[in-house]
C-alpha cells in the first residue's frame, strides 16, 4: 500500500522559511515524479512544483526564484524548500506521486502571518 506522509508545515512570519517534506512508503519512488500543490481556502487545488526520477524540475511562476523541490531516493522523501514566504503562500500543502494512479498525502498547514 503506497502511502505519502508530509511534514514540516507550521506558522511562520512572512519573510520566513520553511522546508516540508514527504516520506513515501510502498512505493518505487526513484522512478516516478513528484509534485507538490497547494490549496488555499476557497480556492483550486494549484501545482506548486514538480521533480521527475531524474531531477528536472518546473515550477509554478508564483513561486519562482523561492521554492525549491528536492528528492532523496535513498530515504524515499521529497522537500520543498520555501524561502521569502509570503501571506499569499498561506495553504494547505500536498504531496502528490504522479504514477498512473495518483497518490496524495493528507497536507500539512502553512501559515504565513505576522
Known amino acids: 500500500q503506497v502511502q505519502l506522509v508530509e511534514s514540516g508545515g507550521g506558522l511562520v512570519q512572512p519573510v520566513g522559511s520553511l522546508r516540508p517534506s514527504c516520506a513515501v512508503s510502498g512505493s518505487m519512488f526513484r522512478i516516478y515524479a513528484m509534485a507538490w500543490f497547494r490549496q488555499a481556502p476557497g480556492k483550486q487545488r494549484e501545482l506548486v512544483e514538480r521533480i521527475t526520477s531524474s531531477g528536472t524540475t518546473n515550477y509554478a511562476d508564483a513561486v519562482k526564484g523561492r521554492f525549491t523541490i528536492s528528492r532523496d531516493n535513498a530515504k524515499n522523501t521529497v522537500y520543498l524548500q520555501m524561502n521569502s514566504l509570503k501571506p499569499e503562500d498561506t495553504a494547505v500543502y500536498y504531496c502528490?506521486?504522479?504514477?498512473?494512479?495518483?497518490?496524495w498525502g493528507q497536507g500539512t498547514q502553512v501559515t504565513v502571518s505576522s
Open positions: 502528490n506521486q504522479q504514477s498512473a494512479y495518483q497518490y
